[in-house]
T-cell receptor, first 114, second 113 residues
Framework: GDSVTQMEGPVTLSEEAFLTINCTYT??????LFWYVQYPGEGLQLLLK?????DKGSNKGFEATYRKETTSFHLEKGSVQVSDSAVYFC?????????????FGSGTQLTVLP | SQTIHQWPATLVQPVGSPLSLECTVE??????LYWYRQAAGRGLQLLFY??????ISSEVPQNLSASRPQDRQFILSSKKLLLSDSGFYLC????????????FGSGTQLSVL
């Protein structure tokens, strides 16, 4: 079945540091890939997505590129801020970009220190 | 800004009792609304989705039902809970134009005993 593996946290960085959160997946066919973020006290919200190989999703300074050859969708940001402290979830959907079935990774806690 | 409210956060119910979980969305109109369930150690599975008032689509056969009495209200119900209904339930919404789920509620942990 489908699965998503994320790097284990927690991750602690200083403000303006470079961030990478690794995500690899296993799926049949051509899934869509997502990053969701959960800020303290809030629900999950979509951060970015990519629906086909070599697509790059971007939002709020975060980027992730759909790499079919390495089955990866690593999240990156060049300069993190304290406000980026949150839990980040990688996810995939095996039915195009629809919401039918979402498989989530276990989440990575990011703390950014001033 | 858009917000989504889901309650209660936790619920313990005996087998055979009824269930009602409520979800409301603010700051948007005519959203697509979704109910998901996450069983322990597994991903999220879509249970129901709605593209408008009174319009409900079911993804899997189950002991649950959903209703959308108002544009921004989505209710998950059961007349008689089963042990297998235990799990973590999430409400979510997306703009009708994209279909990609944008925002999730904080979830309800349901334990059926």
């Amino acid at each position: 079945g489908d699965s998503v593996t994320q790097m284990e946290g927690p991750v602690t960085l200083s403000e303006e540091a470079f961030l990478t959160i690794n995500c690899t997946y296993t799926a049949t066919g051509y899934p869509s890939l997502f990053w969701y973020v959960q800020y303290p006290g809030e629900g999950l919200q979509l951060l970015l997505k990519a629906t086909k190989a070599d697509d790059k999703g971007s939002n709020k300074g975060f980027e992730a590129t759909y790499r079919k050859e390495t089955t990866s969708f690593h999240l990156e940001k060049g300069s993190v801020q304290v406000s980026d402290s949150a839990v980040y979830f990688c996810a995939l959907s095996d039915r195009g970009g629809s919401a039918r079935q979402l498989t989530f990774g276990s989440g990575t806690q990011l703390t950014v220190l001033p | 800004s858009q917000t989504i409210h889901q309650w209660p956060a936790t619920l313990v119910q005996p087998v055979g009792s009824p269930l009602s979980l409520e979800c409301t969305v603010e700051g948007t109109s005519n959203p697509n609304l979704y109910w998901y369930r996450q069983a322990a150690g597994r991903g999220l599975q879509l249970l129901f989705y709605s593209v408008g008032i009174g319009q409900i689509s079911s993804e899997v056969p189950q002991n649950l039902s959903a209703s959308r009495p108002q544009d921004r209200q989505f209710i998950l119900s059961s007349k008689k809970l089963l042990l297998s209904d235990s799990g973590f339930y999430l409400c979510a919404w997306s703009p009708t134009t994209t279909g990609t789920v944008g925002f999730f509620g904080s979830g309800t942990q349901l334990s059926v005993l």
